[in-house]
């Protein structure tokens, strides 16, 4: 595996309500082909992320 195929990206936040930090790994492997599509897909689901206490 060449590491150009795999793309990785971090969101970090913290939840000052309740003490707590979050830490969103997330990253897309798909060989030869484009990752932006997915990324911007899998980023904005962990932006959107929401914690009830």
Same mark, same amino acid.
């Given at each position: 595996?060449? *590491? #150009?195929? /795999?793309?990785?990206?971090?969101? /970090?936040? %913290?939840? %000052?309500? !309740?003490? @707590?930090?979050? %830490? $969103?790994?997330? *990253? /897309?492997? !798909?060989?030869?082909? #484009? #990752?932006?599509? %997915?990324? @911007?897909? *899998?980023?904005? $689901?962990? #932006?959107? $992320?929401? $914690? !009830?206490?």
């Amino acid at each position: 595996m060449m *590491l #150009k195929e /795999v793309h990785l990206e971090d969101t /970090v936040f %913290y939840d %000052y309500e !309740n003490d @707590r930090t979050f %830490y $969103i790994s997330y *990253l /897309v492997f !798909n060989p030869g082909g #484009k #990752k932006a599509f %997915y990324m @911007r897909q *899998l980023e904005m $689901i962990a #932006k959107t $992320i929401s $914690i !009830n206490s």
